[in-house]
């Protein structure tokens, strides 16, 4: 079974729409993050947690939350869905070393 | 702000030929990462370099890293068609921390 995993895997939304998009671990870590992925462009950072208690912008946060439900929990929202929000996004973890992605979301906004 | 630049941005060889791919960061990090993409797919984390000196080495990859520079090398040797994919590298954001700062990527295409 896949270390991180993220739902759904595809999802097309209209504009304003409220959108969730889930990810799990169950390697343990603390540290989750949120990256989303545009085409020719390497990923960027939308939110970090540390800790269950510990929450923290990336470099673009705007229009996005954050949820972190548990250790093993971290859920990014879209409060009201735009068309440049439609990308791909990551979910990663990390130890003392290195990050560990999930399979991502293809998020498309009509 | 760090900025993290590779070059190429896409790269085309032939099977059996050697290459390099240049990643240069701009400000101090004693830390950085490559990553493998596949098209479609999530990111395989490659080589970890901790330090100024740090040398890696997998199958036909090798990567460097020269923190006094601000450079790391990704170099490939005898190039086979299973290594075409996006290569990334990612210098951390902050010193110390985990959040990281990708390149745009280099699209490698090996031909047979």
């Known amino acids: 079974d896949a270390d991180v995993t993220q739902t759904p895997r595809n999802r097309i939304t209209k504009t304003g729409k409220r959108i969730m998009l889930e990810c799990s671990q169950t390697k343990g870590h603390d540290r989750m993050y949120w990256y989303r992925q545009d085409p020719g462009l390497g990923l960027q950072l939308i939110y970090y947690?540390?800790?269950?208690?510990?929450?923290n912008k990336g470099e673009i946060s705007d229009g996005y939350s954050v949820s972190r439900q548990a250790q093993a929990k971290f859920s990014l929202s879209l409060e009201s869905a735009i068309p440049n929000q439609t990308a791909l996004y990551f979910c990663?973890?990390?130890?003392?070393?290195?990050?560990?992605f999930g399979p991502g979301t293809r998020l498309t906004v009509l | 702000e760090l900025k993290v630049e590779q070059n190429p941005l896409f790269l085309s060889m032939q099977e059996g030929k050697n290459y390099t791919i240049y990643c240069n960061y701009s400000t101090t990090s004693d830390r950085l990462y490559w990553y493998r993409q596949d098209p479609g797919k999530s990111l395989e984390s490659l080589f970890v370099l901790l330090s100024n000196g740090a040398v890696k080495q997998e199958g036909r990859l090798m990567a460097s890293l020269d923190t006094k520079a601000r450079l790391s090398t990704l170099h490939i040797t005898a190039a086979v068609h299973d290594l075409s994919a996006t290569y990334f590298c990612a210098v951390p954001w902050e010193g110390g921390s985990e959040k990281l700062v990708f390149g745009k990527g280099t699209k490698l295409t090996v031909n047979p």
């Open positions: 990663a973890t990390s130890d003392s070393w290195r990050q560990y």
């Open positions: 947690s540390f800790d269950v208690k510990d929450i």
